[in-house]
């Protein structure tokens, strides 16, 4: 039993070394054949890397740093985000879906396409990010900081918005 758990820590540390590189052909490859590897990456630095595409569902990234990164296409689904900077990152076309993103920071963000349905983004400061066909179906919502971002760019059908700017119904 420690030779297995021994095993996939050593296959995490090759992951994340993978992913810090950029190599997300060789990441996702990797992630393929371990699928149920649980990657920690709280506290990490990403910071203007491009690991675009990334296959990062499930993956614990507690306050790590996504800032300036390019995420375009990368799959959030089921991550724990909680804290973590996406400020000013590139996250077209990401996965966001039941994603945990409380206090997550993503200003100035372009989350052009993003999907966020059922994602918990209490807390999170949204200001300023860019919203053209942006899904929030049955997000969370709650006290987020949405000043400067367009609305009219998100789809909100279901999405708690108390303590927001945008508590209209729709």
Request: hydrophobic letters at 40%; a positive charge; glycine letters at 8%.
């Amino acid at each position: 039993m420690w030779q297995k758990s021994c095993i996939k820590h050593i296959m995490s540390t090759e992951a994340r070394s993978l992913l810090l590189e950029g190599k997300v052909q060789e990441f996702n490859a990797w992630r393929m054949k371990n699928l149920t590897a649980k990657l920690d990456l709280t506290g990490e630095d990403f910071s203007g890397k491009n690991i675009a595409g990334a296959y990062l569902n499930g993956v614990v990234a507690k306050n790590a740093n996504f800032s300036r990164a390019n995420l375009t296409g990368t799959n959030f689904v089921q991550a724990e985000l909680s804290g973590a900077n996406l400020e000013g990152a590139n996250c077209k076309e990401t996965l966001f879906m039941y994603a945990e993103m409380k206090d997550a920071k993503l200003a100035g963000a372009d989350a052009t396409k993003a999907n966020f349905m059922w994602a918990n983004l209490s807390g999170a400061d949204m200001s300023a990010v860019r919203m053209s066909q942006t899904v929030f179906v049955e997000a969370n919502m709650q006290n987020v900081n949405v000043a400067g971002s367009d609305r009219m760019g998100a789809y909100l059908k279901y999405a708690k918005l108390d303590g927001t700017p945008w508590n209209e119904k729709h």
